[in-house]
């Protein structure tokens, strides 16, 4: 679900950012945010909490910003909270944190990757300069 876009220039805050909410559906997807809009990843089940790396061109600069995180074996949903800050493409990957993991011996059972692809374009009017990383 992708609530609307803002229509001005300026960059929105983040109280009032469009959000779009992403699951295990939409594993191995591309999804397109514009910069300043927020993305939830919330994955039902024991996974990992979801993280985020530039990809490709400029893979040293922050495209999405972690504003929160949550998740690990058998607490509930994996959810985390992102900022689009920078144009580019970007990856966040999770893996599932099922408890026999964390036993002695572990399980032999495979574990579950999800990755999506991020590719974050500039707002309507604005440039693909940078905005600020929020203050944690």
Known sequence: MVSTPPTSGRVPDRSTAA????????NG?????????RLQ??????????????VGEGAGLQVLHRDSA???????????????????????VAFEDVPCRHMDPTCARPQAHFELTVLVIPPPGMSAGPLPVPAP
């Not at 949550?70 to 966040?92: D, H, I, N």
Request: proline share 6%; glycine share 12%; no cysteine.
């Open 29 to 37: 997807r591309q999804v397109e945010v514009r910069r300043g809009e």
């Open 70 to 92: 949550e998740g690990s074996s058998a607490q509930g949903p994996a959810v985390a909270m992102f900022t689009a800050v920078r144009v580019g493409l970007a990856s966040v």
């Open 41 to 54: 990843v919330k994955l039902a089940g024991a996974w990992t909490a979801p993280v985020a790396g530039p």
């Open 19 to 26: 959000v779009m909410q992403v699951g295990l559906s939409d």
